[in-house]
C-alpha cells in the first residue's frame, strides 16, 4: 500500500509540472492572439502537438531505418508507411483544391516537391548516415531535447554546423546539380487518381516486404509501465483511460497515424512540416555575428526546409514557432510521463560523435532540400519523385551508419 | 557483473548489453541500469535470443533496472516477451 501511496503522490507532482507547462504555453497563445498574430499562436500549438505525438509515441524515423539492419525489426518502419499513406490521401484531397487541373507541368504551392538529381542522392546518404551516428534525425533530436537528452543538445549544435556549410556551398550544388534537376510530380504525368493509386500501392508493397523482413523473428514488444489496480467508479475509469494517453508510452503506429492527421491539418492551412528551414535561419544568424553569413543563394527556395533569411525579418515566424513548439511539446509530455530526465553520456567521445553526426545530418539536409520530414515524410504524400529517391538513399546512409557504429564503441 | 548505460543515446544500451552478456561467466547475472525507455523492450529481446531471461523494475524516476539471467535450455524470445509483459502488467 505504501509503494501505491507513493506512486500517487510521484504522479500528483508529475501532473502538477505538466500543468505548468500547459499554462506556459497557454500564455504565450494568449499573448499572441492580443498582440494580433493568431497565425503564430497556431503554429506553437501545432508545433506542440507535434512534440506531444512524437514524445509519446517515440516515433524515431532514425530508428525506422536503422532498426530493419540493427535488430532485423520493422515495427517503426511499418507505422511510418502507414502514416504516409493517410497522409498520401489527405495532401491529394488538399492539392486538389489548390490545383484541380494538372498535367501543365506547375505544382500546388506549398507542396514539398523539388528537384531530383545528384545532389538528392548525397544528401540522403549524408542524412542517413550522419542520423544514426548522432542518435536521431532532425526531428528526433528536437523531441529528445525536450525530454532531456543532452547528448541531442549537441547533434543539434553540429546539426546548425553542418546547416551553415551547406549553406555556403548552396549555390555550387544549384549549379551542378538542383538547378538543373528535373521537378517530377506524378500527378502531371498520371493525374491524380493514377498518383494515388500508384502510391498507396507502393507504400503497401513496402509494408509487405517490411513484414516479410521481420517474418524470420516475431515483433518486439513495447514496454509500458505497470497499470494502476482496478477499481470500480466512473473515475478511476477515467484515470485509467488519461495514463492510457499521458503516461503509457503509445504503439508506434498511433504515432505515425497521429503525424500525419497533423501534417495535413498543417498543409490546409498553408504548408506541410519542415523543420530544418528554422535551424538554417538560426545557424545563418548567429554565422552573421561572427562575419560569416552564406551568400545569398541562387534558385528557388522552400519553405520549411531550406534557408529562408529575409534582411531585417522578425525571429518571431511560423517555423520558429513549429519548431520550438515541438521541442516544448515534447517536454510537457515527458514531463507528465515521468520521463524527463536531464540524461549526460558518461563517455566524453559520445558528444563528439553526435556533434558529427548533426553536421553530416545538416549538410546532407541542405543539399538534399530537407531532412526526414521535409524531403520525405511531407514529400511523398506531396505525390513528389523526390521523396522516393530520398528515401533510397536515406536507407543506404543508414546502412553504411549501422556499420560506423560497429567501429565507434 | 552490473552495466550502467544511463545517459546513453541510442542505440548503446542495447548494443553495450548484448556485448556485456558475451563476455558474462556463466552463471552469472548481468544487471543493467537504464535511463532510455526504449531499451526495455531492446534488451530484453536480444539478451533471450541469447538465453537469458529479463526482469524490469523501476529503480528511480526515469530509471530501469534489467536483470538478465540465463535460463535453463534454449528459449522462445516471443515467449519470453510475452511473458514479461505479463509480469509487468500483474507488478502493480
Known amino acids: 500500500m ?48 507535434f512534440g506531444f505525438v512524437f514524445q509519446r509515441s517515440r516515433l524515431c524515423f532514425t530508428a525506422a531505418f536503422r532498426d530493419l539492419f ?12 502507414a502514416g504516409l499513406a493517410i497522409a498520401t490521401v489527405g495532401f491529394t484531397v488538399v492539392m486538389m483544391d489548390l490545383l484541380p487541373r494538372t498535367g501543365f507541368g506547375s505544382v500546388p504551392s506549398g507542396a514539398h516537391v523539388s528537384p531530383v538529381g545528384i ?5 540522403g546518404l549524408l542524412f542517413g548516415f550522419g542520423m544514426v551516428v548522432a542518435g536521431g534525425c532532425v526531428s528526433g533530436s528536437l523531441y529528445r531535447v525536450g ?8 547533434a543539434v549544435a553540429g546539426m546548425l554546423l553542418g546547416l551553415e556549410l551547406g549553406s555556403h556551398t548552396w549555390n555550387w550544388w544549384w549549379s551542378f546539380s538542383m538547378g538543373g534537376g528535373p521537378v517530377l510530380w506524378l500527378p502531371n504525368y498520371l493525374g491524380y487518381g493514377g498518383s494515388v493509386t500508384l502510391v498507396l500501392a507502393a507504400l503497401a508493397a513496402l509494408y509487405l516486404t517490411v513484414l516479410w523482413w521481420e517474418s524470420r523473428r516475431p515483433p518486439l514488444l513495447a514496454w509500458s509501465p505497470p497499470r494502476e489496480p482496478a477499481s470500480a467508479g466512473v473515475g ?4 485509467s483511460e488519461a495514463r492510457k494517453v499521458f503516461v503509457h508510452g503509445w504503439p508506434a503506429l498511433a504515432g505515425g497515424v497521429a503525424l500525419a492527421g497533423l501534417n495535413i491539418l498543417l498543409f490546409v492551412d498553408d504548408h506541410p512540416l519542415g523543420v530544418t528551414g528554422e535551424l538554417a535561419v538560426w545557424a545563418d544568424r548567429a554565422a552573421g555575428l561572427v562575419q560569416l553569413s552564406a551568400p545569398p543563394f541562387i534558385g528557388e527556395v522552400l519553405a520549411g526546409c531550406n534557408l529562408v533569411l529575409m534582411q531585417g525579418a522578425s525571429w518571431l515566424t511560423d517555423t520558429f514557432f513549429l519548431d520550438t513548439g515541438l521541442v516544448f511539446g515534447s517536454f510537457v509530455a515527458a514531463l507528465g510521463a515521468r520521463e524527463f530526465k536531464l540524461r549526460f553520456p558518461r563517455e566524453k567521445r559520445r558528444y563528439l560523435q553526435s556533434v558529427g553526426g ?11 532540400i530537407g531532412c526526414t520530414i521535409g524531403a520525405f515524410f511531407s514529400a511523398i504524400p506531396s505525390l513528389s519523385v523526390s521523396g522516393w529517391i530520398f528515401a533510397a538513399a536515406l536507407l543506404g546512409g543508414s546502412y553504411l551508419g549501422v556499420k560506423a557504429l560497429r567501429f565507434l564503441p | 557483473m552490473k552495466l550502467d548505460v544511463r545517459g546513453e543515446i541510442c542505440p548503446y544500451p542495447m548494443m553495450k548489453a548484448t556485448a556485456a552478456l558475451k563476455k558474462l561467466k556463466d552463471g552469472d547475472d548481468l544487471e543493467v ?3 532510455h525507455p526504449p531499451a526495455l523492450s531492446t534488451i530484453p529481446w536480444e ?8 526482469e524490469i523494475e523501476e529503480a528511480a524516476r526515469s530509471e530501469w533496472r534489467i536483470t538478465l539471467r540465463k535460463a535453463e535450455g534454449a528459449l522462445d524470445p516471443m515467449q519470453v516477451m510475452s511473458q514479461l509483459s505479463d509480469v509487468i502488467s500483474r507488478a502493480s
Not at chain 1, 540493427?70 to 508507411?81: F, P, S
Not at chain 1, 525530454?147 to 549537441?154: D, F, H, K
Not at chain 2, 539478451?47 to 529479463?54: D, I, L
Request: net charge positive; hydrophobic share 60%.
Open chain 1, 358 to 368: 548533426g553536421v553530416f545530418m545538416g549538410y546532407g539536409a541542405t543539399i538534399a
Open chain 2, 47 to 54: 539478451a533471450a535470443k541469447m538465453g537469458y531471461r529479463a
Open chain 1, 119 to 123: 545532389h538528392l542522392i548525397a544528401g
Open chain 1, 70 to 81: 540493427l535488430m532485423q525489426d520493422g515495427r517503426l518502419m511499418r507505422a511510418v508507411l
Open chain 2, 33 to 35: 541500469v537504464t535511463d
Open chain 1, 236 to 239: 478511476a475509469h477515467l484515470r
Open chain 1, 147 to 154: 525530454e532531456g537528452y543532452v547528448a541531442s543538445w549537441a
Open chain 1, 2 to 49: 505504501a509503494d501505491v501511496a507513493l506512486t500517487s503522490k510521484a504522479a500528483r507532482w508529475a501532473n502538477g509540472q505538466a500543468l505548468l507547462g500547459v499554462f506556459a504555453a497557454a500564455a504565450l497563445v494568449w499573448t499572441l492572439v492580443g498582440a494580433g498574430a493568431q497565425g503564430l499562436a497556431f503554429y506553437w500549438i501545432m508545433g506542440m502537438a
